[in-house]
């Protein structure tokens, strides 16, 4: 593999950026933004010029050559209709991104800064004699939608089911287990169970995602700090109660949910340890965790008829082997459990842009009237 690679991926109070040359990693580093920081901005969407700003310092620091890069690529934001794959960073996806029309959320100024960056990177090279051009791509952004249309159908019209999952991470390991085995994703079925701060559940055939949960709007598994699906009555009386805002209720199903509203922590070590050590809420809140993934995961199997080749487990907290015994034990009729524990954000995000550079991929442009 030949290229120099910056890969950026934006959160809440941090910007993750990797650094590859010829398919090695020279650095990784997450650069925080303390809470004074974010206060200054009234919109995550105003913070581009401070993260910029932290980024080409760090870049400067470590002594990158701007003209060196030739590929910026960049998280996934909130714009959908799309599919998956990679998709170069262009004005009608700026557009989407900045307006917040899907969303906002901190990954949006990812795809802005990394298209910036290369914007910078084009004047060191035009100023160096240097004609090739450096680009931003994003990869498998998200809210990257290619569920079958009977899966789409919710209880209510106004309820539809609708996709918001971790598909780069998801995809990446799909590609992984095909390659073991000797195949390509396009060749296999599999469900791959992202287990994090957030949780998704998400069945790739043919090297689409045809069914998945919406993880950021109150769908899917129990996570450390997301509620999952709820009974929709006791929603309700919340609701109307008068004791809670909207925020404060949307809060709860996202950020304050799952291990948080039980034990006040996003940690599940901590959990573990604390069932390891006796405590039997947290012991039983545990196996409920695993179950609620369970149940999924056997879900997504009834849509292919249970004809699935593997089912992946992978996440931060795949990390945890009792967590990933009770959920293989509980779905490996299905299929062989495969672990990939972790993230792995950034690396999917670097094999994507070697794959640009080897011509792998089939380039996509966003326009929000196309699908």
């Known amino acids: 593999m030949y290229g120099r690679i910056l890969v950026i991926n934006t959160g809440s ?13 020279l650095f990784e580093k997450n650069l925080t933004h303390t809470a004074e920081e974010i206060a200054r901005y009234e919109s995550v969407m105003d913070q581009t010029p401070m993260r910029m700003d932290a980024i080409m310092d760090f870049l400067a620091e470590k002594g990158v050559a701007l003209e060196s890069i030739d590929v910026a690529m960049a998280r996934g934001g909130l714009i959908t209709p799309i599919r998956t ?3 170069e960073v262009n004005q009608a996806m700026r557009d989407a991104l900045m307006s917040g029309k899907d969303g906002v959320h901190a990954c949006n100024l990812s795809a802005l800064l990394a298209d910036d960056i290369a914007a910078d990177v084009n004047k060191a090279r035009e100023a160096k004699g240097i004609e090739q051009k450096c680009r931003a ?14 899966v789409k159908v919710g209880g209510l019209p106004e309820f539809p089911r609708r ?7 998801s995809r990446a390991m799909v590609r992984r287990y095909a390659k073991s085995v000797g195949k390509t994703n396009k060749d296999v079925t599999v469900i ?11 069945l790739h055939r043919n090297g689409l995602v045809i069914d998945t949960n919406d993880a950021l709007g109150g ?3 129990i996570s450390p700090e997301r509620a999952g699906s709820v009974p929709g009555f006791p929603l309700v009386d919340m609701c109307f109660s008068g004791e809670y805002t909207k925020a404060e209720v949307k809060k709860m199903l996202v950020g304050r949910g799952g291990a948080v509203a039980y034990f ?14 006796g405590d039997k809420d947290c012991d039983t809140f545990l196996r409920g965790f695993c179950v609620s993934f369970a149940k999924y995961i056997a879900a997504l199997a009834s849509v292919v008829c249970g004809e699935v080749d593997a089912i992946i487990l992978t996440g931060g907290i795949a990390h945890n082997d009792a967590i990933v015994e ?3 034990r509980r779905v490996k009729f299905i299929a062989p459990v495969v672990v990939y524990a972790g993230e792995n954000e950034l690396e999917s995000l670097a094999e994507n842009g070697y794959g640009i550079l080897a011509g792998e991929f089939d380039i996509k442009y966003y326009h929000p009237d196309h699908f």
């Open 163 to 169: 996709t918001l999952f971790h598909a780069l991470n």
């Open 192 to 202: 791959v169970a992202h287990m994090g701060g957030g949780s998704s559940v998400s």
């Open 219 to 221: 769908d899917g598994p």
């Open 326 to 328: 009770e959920i293989s």
């Open 264 to 277: 006040g922590t996003n940690d599940m070590r901590e959990v573990a340890s604390r069932a390891n050590a």
């Open 137 to 150: 791509y994003i990869a498998d952004p998200p809210m990257a939608d290619e569920m079958l249309p009977e």
């Open 13 to 25: 109070t941090s910007s993750k950026i990797g650094f590859y040359e010829s398919g090695e990693k």
């Open 85 to 87: 794959g990679v998709y």
